[in-house]
């Protein structure tokens, strides 16, 4: 679990964020406003996790209790989790590395799809989108789909989507939800 400061430093920084953008430019914005959706308690997120056969990452579980259940974040913002589409969540995550636009389907039987053990986190437009994965050796990690480019790959390979400033940047680095999150804040900040 994520320290009690992180949040802190979470809020303080979506704060710093929502002061620095009044007339709501950076991608997304419009939409959310830089504003979260309440906290749920724990009844709520047990709820959810009931519901998609699986339980949260401790880091989004947090996240959920201490900050809020949707809203401000990267892309078009940060799904609500109390409004989960999809229904494989408790499968196995179909990957162990990046998957790029040459490599073979997923192939486990005609039943495997790339959403597989993972949650919907942001849309990015342009079908691009993340996800949390749930199941698995990668469990906590959030990794991209690019539904036009055929790509599934750990959020490092696209870290360049979260600055205006270098679009370029990649990172061998592993995200969790918090780091992620964070990486969208501080570059939107920069």
Known sequence: MAPPDRFAVLASKLDALREADPGF??????????ALNAPLIATEIASVERRIGVAL???LR?????????GAGPGLGL???????GHAHARPFPFERA???????????????????????????????????????????VWMIDGSAGAFVPF???????????????????FDFLDWYEHWLDRALS
Do not use: K
Not at 25 to 34: K, T
Not at 116 to 132: K, M, N
């Open 99 to 141: 998957h790029l636009p040459d490599d073979a389907e997923p192939d486990d039987g005609d039943e495997t799809s790339w959403e597989d053990g993972s949650l919907f986190l942001a849309d990015y437009g342009c079908a691009i989108e993340a996800r949390l994965v749930l199941v698995g050796p990668l469990r906590g990690h």
């Open 57 to 59: 990452p401790t880091e």
């Open 79 to 85: 799904e609500p989790v109390t409004q989960v589409r």
């Open 25 to 34: 430019e950076l991608f997304g914005s419009e939409r959310h406003r830089y």
């Open 62 to 70: 947090s996240f959920l209790a201490e900050l809020g259940s949707g």
């Open 156 to 174: 490092g390979v696209m870290a360049g989507i979260h600055s205006s400033v270098d679009g370029n940047e990649t990172t061998d680095a592993s």
